[in-house]
C-alpha cells in the first residue's frame, strides 16, 4: 500500500485518478478546495482515504496543510499535482489571468519544491503534474494557461536535471493531457476529447511504468510532435 497525496481530487481527472489508485488499496490523501465533493470520495473508501481541503491558492495555508501531512505519515511515496485553472481571455483581462498564476504558476512552485525537498529527505518519491500539450506553444485563446504550463513543463524538466545530478532516487512525470472531457475542455473546435476514465487509466499505467513524460490519450504525441514544430506563419491562422 502506497501514501498518495492527490491535489485537485475534487473533479475531473484528479478525481477519477484518485478513485483509481483507492481502488488498487493504496491509502489516498484527498487534496482541494471544494471539501463536499472530497468528501464524495471518501465515503465510497473510508478506510484508505482521508479529506484534506485546502485552496492552492492560498499558498501559506496550502503549505501548512502539507507539512502537516508529510510530518504525520511514515513516508510520502508519491504527489499528484492536478489543481489548475485557467479561462478564455481574448479581452486580456488580469482579473482572468491571475488565477492562472496563482494556481499554475506560484501554488505548482511551492508544491513542486516542498515534495522534491521531502523526498530529498527521505530518500525516494514520485512528483506527477499534469501540465498540458497547451504548454508546448503560446496561445491567444488563453495567454496565462498556456504560459503557465509551459512554465510547469521547463521547471519540472529543471527538477529532473536536478535529481539526475544529485543521484537522487526522486522520478517527475509530466503529463501534458490533450483535450479531456472536463471542465477545463472550453472553446469551439476541439478534437479527440477524451472521456475522464480512458484518460485516468492512460496516466496511472505511465505513473507506475514511472515514464518521465507522457500525453494523454496517446494520439497526442503525435500531435504534439507537429505542434512544436509548426511554422508560426501557420500557428496564426488558429
Not at 489508485?21 to 473508501?45: I, P, Y
Not at 530518500?123 to 495567454?143: I, N, Q, Y
Request: proline share 3%.
Amino acid at each position: 500500500m502506497r501514501n498518495i497525496i492527490v491535489i485537485g481530487a475534487s473533479s475531473g481527472i484528479g478525481r477519477e485518478l484518485a478513485i483509481q489508485f483507492l481502488e488498487k488499496g493504496d491509502n489516498l490523501f484527498l487534496c482541494a478546495r471544494r471539501a463536499v465533493l472530497l468528501k464524495e470520495v471518501h465515503q465510497k473508501f473510508p478506510e484508505n482515504s482521508h479529506c484534506l481541503p485546502f485552496d492552492v491558492a492560498n499558498h501559506e495555508h496550502a503549505f501548512k496543510m502539507l507539512s502537516t501531512i508529510f510530518t504525520e505519515s511514515k513516508v510520502i511515496d508519491m504527489v499528484i499535482f492536478c489543481a489548475g485553472t485557467g479561462d478564455l481571455n481574448p479581452d486580456l483581462d488580469f482579473g482572468i489571468e491571475k488565477p492562472a498564476m496563482d494556481i499554475n504558476v506560484a501554488g505548482f512552485t511551492m508544491v513542486a519544491d516542498l515534495c522534491f525537498n521531502l523526498f530529498k529527505r527521505q530518500g525516494f518519491g514520485h512528483l506527477v503534474v499534469l501540465t498540458s500539450v497547451a504548454g508546448l506553444r503560446g496561445g491567444a485563446a488563453e495567454p496565462a494557461y498556456n504560459a503557465s504550463k509551459a512554465y510547469q513543463i521547463n521547471y519540472l524538466e529543471a527538477l529532473r536535471i536536478k535529481a539526475r545530478k544529485e543521484c537522487l532516487s526522486v522520478c517527475i512525470t509530466d503529463v501534458r493531457p490533450g483535450f479531456v472531457n472536463t471542465a477545463m475542455a472550453k472553446g469551439e473546435g476541439l478534437f479527440f476529447v477524451a472521456p475522464v476514465a480512458k484518460a485516468a487509466k492512460q496516466i496511472r499505467r505511465a505513473i507506475d511504468k514511472t515514464r518521465s513524460v507522457i500525453y494523454v490519450t496517446r494520439r497526442w504525441s503525435l500531435i504534439a510532435w507537429l505542434y512544436r514544430r509548426m511554422p508560426f506563419s501557420i500557428l496564426l491562422r488558429f
